[in-house]
């Protein structure tokens, strides 16, 4: 024989492979992963399936035979985990690390698997495996029993809608088939996922590494009467059908290679559409028809979830990248603030006030975390009060998002429903959210249109609004210099207006503490009063530490564009510790006072500043003749492009 695959099929007459092919087509497809602790056999059981179910090559087989002798772990035996493990740090620590998609078919049912792996530095790859799963199979060496990461793991498949588990009591041969050890550790499991509203919860015996209950049932089990892995797998009834939701089209690109031609390209991501049914565009509630339906290879008259196509309307309405057309019967929710769950993946905790870029299936916006409402534990599902958020921890949040987006809850809709959270400095994925509901103060706010603007507001002041934004160590003379500069300003006849750090915790900010989570919050309302001063058409001089690159990122965004000058007052630590004005860093370095910045928590310097202050062998007095030198010249600038005459 030259393969043990069920492509040998290639073989036979071309009828043969047509019908092959077409009986392959009509089988239904399940999504699912292997998820638990390190170590508990996830990636020996796909190889065994993937073995039993001969879907490896003779070729295939000879290489795992050599590769388990060199990196195997199971002795003489074939360590089919090294099927799945293919990086070779994966091999050499003898764990999973990245996420590995096989695919594999039996007569009954095709399946497309995620090993996932199980080191908690690694939870955001189990998190991306989930977040298509429609089962879970949680992996337990039956040595152990249930550990932290099984509950994580477990939690994490629960929040991004999984709703069926195999629970694998695996290594079973290591624990001589011990039937009441079996039964000890379903009662643990059932007791501990009663919470997490999975529809079914299947246990099964087993050894990945001999086969026992996998793809048959053992004879070493004669106690177990259930199903063997495979028989389940092809029998589980899933969810319904995201063809059989209300009809989601986010669109993904506008097509016009001509005048005679627009459409709206995109996937359907629940539902179906047809030609002549009325759609609306879910942000605008402007409504239409389809008049056609582009695919691949020509029109067609209906199309379902799943599909990718181009759909043409009977109307110009605006439609673009980041909306959706959607059932007119059943719309989405349109919103800028609604609650979630979040789990974290990122070193740097999850800050409330932090700005991060939220990315849907097809719209990106800013937003921000404006509560942290409670952290879960995952031992007891307790809701336990946090200021943030660390890496791998779950909780629920309300955020809020710089423009409304459409969406669905997740619990009705998992491709609308979910989002990532992306670092605006470092553009990494640092967490995963479900939708849980729009917030109703979303729905009854909105902005008020006023008679007088900005420019208004500005021309009367015979000035141009502009945010001077002072950042630096404590002692580095942010606020003496910012205190000449508006004197200056003051006597030239200018209108402004000091934000000083230490006097606004006398009021706005009183409330606020000095950890990194206080500290975002204490920046984030400044930034907004700094924004409401600008509007009003001020000269706003903001002196505060604001020892994050992101938070000053944010208040810049806020800002019309030109109008936020961020001034760096460079002083080396060593002076600004020498002078300490306040006897502050005395009593930080002693320990007294916690959360100092630069003693126990960290300063970002600003990389590319408007204004650059190095203060040593400078007097505070000629820094602030500098500043109001800069603002006259970038006015006379402004007023000679506004006149046509360039810069």
Known sequence: MIMRHIMAKSLAPTDSIRDYMAAQEKKSLLRFLTCG???????????????????????????LEKDSRKHGTTGDDIDFALLVDGLEAEREQ????????????TPKRKFIVADTPGHEQYTRNMATGASTADLAI?????????????????IIASLLGIRH?????????????????FDRIVADYGAFAKELGFVSVVPIPMSARFGDNVTSRSERTPWYSGPSLIEHLETVSVDEAAVELPFRFPVQYVNRPNLDFRGFAGTIASGTVSQGDEVVVAKSGKASRVRRIVAQGGDLDRAVAGQAITLVLEDEVEVSRGNMLVSPAARPQVADQFAANIVWFDEQALLPGRSYILRTETDQVSATVTELKYRVNVNDFAHEAAKSLEINEVGVCNLSTRAPIAFDPFAENRTTGAFILIDRITNATVGAGMILHSLRRAENIHWQSLDVGKRGRSDLK????????????????KSTIANLFEKKL???GRHTYILDGDNVRHGLNRDLGFTDADRVENIR???????????????????FISPFAAERRVARELMAEGEFVEVFVDTPFEECARRDPKGLYARALSGEIKNFTGVDSPYEAPENPEIHLKTLGRSPQEMAEALEHWLTERDIAEEQYDNGGGI
């Open 37 to 63: 602790s390190v170590d508990d056999g996830k990636s020996t059981l796909i190889g065994r399936l993937l073995s039993d179910t001969k879907q490896i090559f003779e070729d295939q087989l000879a290489a």
């Open 94 to 105: 003898g764990i999973t690390i990245d996420v590995a998609y096989r695919f594999f078919a």
């Open 138 to 154: 949680v992996l337990i060496d039956a040595r152990q029993g249930v550990l932290r990461q099984t509950r994580r793991h477990s």
């Open 165 to 181: 588990i195999v629970l694998a009591v695996n290594k079973i041969d290591l624990i001589g088939f011990d039937k009441a050890a």
């Open 462 to 477: 015979n000035q141009r609004p502009a945010v001077f934004w002072f950042t630096g160590l404590s002692g580095s003379g």
């Open 490 to 492: 003051f006597a030239s």
């Open 525 to 543: 309302r400044v930034a907004e009063v700094a924004k409401l001063m600008a509007d009003a058409g001020l000269i706003v001089i903001v002196s």
